[in-house]
């Protein structure tokens, strides 16, 4: 068996990568949006897909394979619901953008109609293979699959992107025994701060700027970021006091439609029915009037309803980063405190801006536990930089581990 790496290893971004045996199967088929969108490289004939979530770094350039072929796709349910709001979502931008897009509305609903939904730890037949999803702990529907060789009983595992630890909606991922393991390595050179101590000065620095009468700006990716601070908020009483605007909306729906794949559904629940629902123009300017919380999209300010309010804060409020800011973003250029975008003009954010690492990746110590858990003969890092992929790669081989660090155009083969 061979695997060809087409994207997404030594970066983040545009993941895919090809297993070649009697069968094609794909793993993940994404886009990397920095300045201008990156594919992955030529792609070949697939046989099946499997997709680890929604996330545009996995999905968004799917579509593209049904413009001639038409596989299934292995998936969870909300994982595909979840998919078709950011790829509609992705279709009206670069219509608006007047951007030509890698695949038609055909290819996209094609694609749609040949995906396979998968149960968590439920076996899905395909040709010589088995395939199981299940949980990863990342966000909701998210997957880590394992692909068995029926003929040999050779075991692929691909995490996507996981956490062991526990969120405050998700669960700690499931581990796979495997001969062989893809894992992500986002966070392969660095630990995360603890989870409660995040939890709690996060909590504490929202109460001091609403109380205070300032607004507390929260910009969130749609999809998992803003159910899990929303599920934080509901948890520390705070829901009442938060504005839910942008994509988050809809994702949030989405999630709730599957309380399932989320350890606590009903907080998120109780939680959406305590928020303000952002739906028109006038609630828009209630919700910067002050001692209010407002959580909304996106999460790196490169668009959504966060660059209005983000003009019209008074001096007490302050802007509470969740999230990794990718260089060339509006949010990378807040952290850095340079003048954001907008519409081509310049702004200068007067307010204070804070950080807080509510990453739903695999810390360093969450990476070496959890390839102890799958224990595998070989490791296959991707989803890192190559800085943060050559640091998990060292620790990993003290463990006694063989790792390989592919890059983008390498092939690697396996007995499988
Ligand atoms: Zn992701
Ligand atoms: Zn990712």
Known sequence: MRIRFLGGAGEVGR?????????NILLDCGVKVESATEYPLEIGRVDACVLSHAHLDHSGFLPSIYRDASPPTFATQPTMELVELLIEDALKIAKRKHDKPAYSRADFREMMSKYVPCEYGYENEFD?????????????GSAVSSIENIRSGRILGYTGDFKLEEQTLQKGADPVKCDILIMESTYGGGEHTGRDKLVSSFIEDIKDVIDNGGTALVP?????????????????????RTYLDGMARAATEIALAHKRFLKNGKLLAEGVNKVSVVDMQHVRRNA?????????????????????????????????LTGFQVEGTNGHRLLEGKP??????KFTVRNEVGFYDFSA???????????????PE??????GSVENMAAAAESLRLEGFRVHTPKVGD????EF
């Open 220 to 240: 969130v990716f749609a999809v998992g970021r803003s159910q899990e601070i929303l599920a934080i908020l509901e948890e520390h009483g705070l829901a009442e």
């Open 288 to 320: 910067v009037k002050g001692g209010k919380i407002i959580l909304t999209t996106s999460g790196m300010l490169t668009g959504g309803p966060v660059l209005n309010y983000i003009t019209q804060l008074s001096r007490n409020s302050k802007v509470f």
């Open 411 to 414: 092939t690697i083969d396996f």
């Open 340 to 345: 954001l975008l907008i519409d081509g003009k």
């Open 378 to 383: 070989e490791i296959v890092l991707v989803h």
């Open 128 to 140: 010589d293979y088995v395939i199981t999803m299940r949980d990863a702990g990342h966000i909701c």
């Open 361 to 375: 990746h695999a810390g360093r110590k969450d990476l070496h536990d959890y390839a102890k858990l799958c224990s």
């Open 15 to 23: 993941s895919a990568f090809v297993v070649e045996d009697k069968k």
